[in-house]
């Protein structure tokens, strides 16, 4: 990976975590689809679980601001928010394709790594589905491969991609979800202590 491809990587924090992702070698980057192409090959379920991310956001701000008095209406509001989330993750796990299936080792709003256990191109770009069970959500973008390297134990390649097209608010969701996950492992870390 040269310069320019690691401050590309690392300009968004990368956690440590499992998701599953879906990737498939698009061929050589000259055959890359243009940012407009991409944005319309983006499957409707994708574009559906971000756009709820972002009015979830949205419409629970202005009740926090309003404090206890609003407790019981926020707690409905969250309940209601659940069950779609219950519906969207139900509807994405369609968009899931078994052939295509990798875990990754990290993710961030630069990009993520994964194992594999055969080698995948260098400078390829990748058609990508990152699903974030836990938050009910998914993203579909584009990016290039940057490394594939040989595992220490020799069973298997890591490799490591950058968010080439990737909508801003798809992004959002990947930063999102890092930091949420990153919470909850910093409580586990926490509880863990206080019981020693």
């Known amino acids: 990976m040269n310069e320019t491809d690691q401050q590309l990587f690392s ?9 599953q992702v879906n990737v498939k070698d698009g061929g050589n980057l000259s055959s890359l689809p243009s940012y407009q192409a991409f944005e319309k090959s983006i499957p409707v379920p994708f574009k559906i679980a971000s ?14 601001q309003l ?22 993750s139900y509807i994405l796990q369609a968009e899931d394709e078994t052939e295509l ?5 990290s993710y961030g709003g630069g990009g ?19 699903f ?6 998914a993203v579909f973008c584009h990016g290039r491969l940057v490394e594939c390297q040989t595992l220490d134990n020799e069973q298997g390649y890591l490799n490591t991609v950058i968010f080439h097209h990737i909508r801003e608010e798809d992004q959002e969701v990947v930063v999102r979800a890092s930091l949420h996950q990153q919470s909850k492992q910093l409580l586990k870390k926490t509880q863990a202590r206080s019981q020693n």
């Open 101 to 105: 299936q990798f875990v990754t080792k």
């Open 67 to 88: 404090g206890d008095v609003i407790e019981p209406l926020a707690d409905y509001l969250k309940a209601q928010s659940r069950k779609i989330d219950l519906m969207m």
């Open 112 to 130: 993520f790594t994964f194992s594999s256990s055969s080698p995948f191109e260098v400078d390829h770009w990748m058609i990508c589905k990152l």
């Open 51 to 64: 756009e709820m991310k972002g009015l979830e956001q949205t419409m629970l701000r202005p009740l926090r």
């Open 11 to 19: 300009e968004y924090f990368q956690l440590e975590h499992e998701i």
């Open 132 to 137: 974030f069970d836990e938050d009910a959500a």
